[in-house]
């Protein structure tokens, strides 16, 4: 049965990335991963630890105000519940339910600041596909995150094509979440 939650959220920082979470207690274990996840077995994809974030931090969707470089908008584009099987240094295997993303995945420490995710080779893979491209929108609002932007600072909004990983340097830039002074996650 599973036992925990999982958020992906896709976030316009000072790159286009997304936030991998899983609940672990009361907070969400956070990764940015710059491509995305993906459901074929194939594909390795970067993914950078950043801090634990509270719970709320997952639920949000809209647009983070003052942030210094890309429009800030986040969007939920993926969750549902999740298990954990397997919880080791440098290693994390669990299986998801979301709308997206179904079956195993694992996640394991290749560097300093620097694990790859990958899907397990099971019934749930689908070599091949690229579910990023494949269900851009939000899973709550149907909503993109250009949407999401526009909706919310139209005066603002840039539609910035993704540039790909550079280096882990912009992503802990950009992607640390930094306690406001309301409690409100900045980053993530
Ligand atoms: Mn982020």
């Known amino acids: 049965m599973p036992s925990t939650r999982f958020v992906v959220q ?5 790159t286009l990335h997304f936030d991998l979470r899983l609940q672990a207690g009361e907070v969400l274990r956070s990764w940015a991963v710059p491509k995305g996840p993906s459901l074929d077995p194939a594909v390795r994809r970067l993914a950078v630890p950043v801090e634990d974030h509270e719970l709320s931090a997952g639920e949000f969707e809209g647009v983070h105000e003052g942030q210094p470089r890309g429009t800030g908008a986040v ?3 993926d969750e549902g519940l999740a298990e954990i099987t397997r919880d080791e240094p440098g290693h994390l295997a669990f299986t998801l339910y979301g709308s997206k993303l179904t079956g195993g995945f694992a996640l394991t420490r290749t560097g300093e600041r620097r694990w ?3 899907k397990t080779r099971e019934a ?3 070599p091949g596909s690229d579910i990023v491209a494949e269900r851009p929108a939000s899973v709550r609002t149907g909503r993109t995150w250009e949407e999401v932007a526009a909706e919310t600072r139209p005066s603002t909004r840039a539609l910035r094509s993704f540039s790909g990983v550079r280096s882990s340097a912009w992503l802990l830039a950009g992607c640390g ?3 406001g002074g309301g409690g409100l996650q900045v980053g993530g």
């Open 75 to 77: 969007i939920i584009w």
């Open 10 to 14: 896709l976030h316009d920082a000072t």
């Open 124 to 126: 749930t893979a689908r």
């Open 177 to 179: 979440g930094r306690q």
């Open 116 to 118: 790859i995710l990958v």
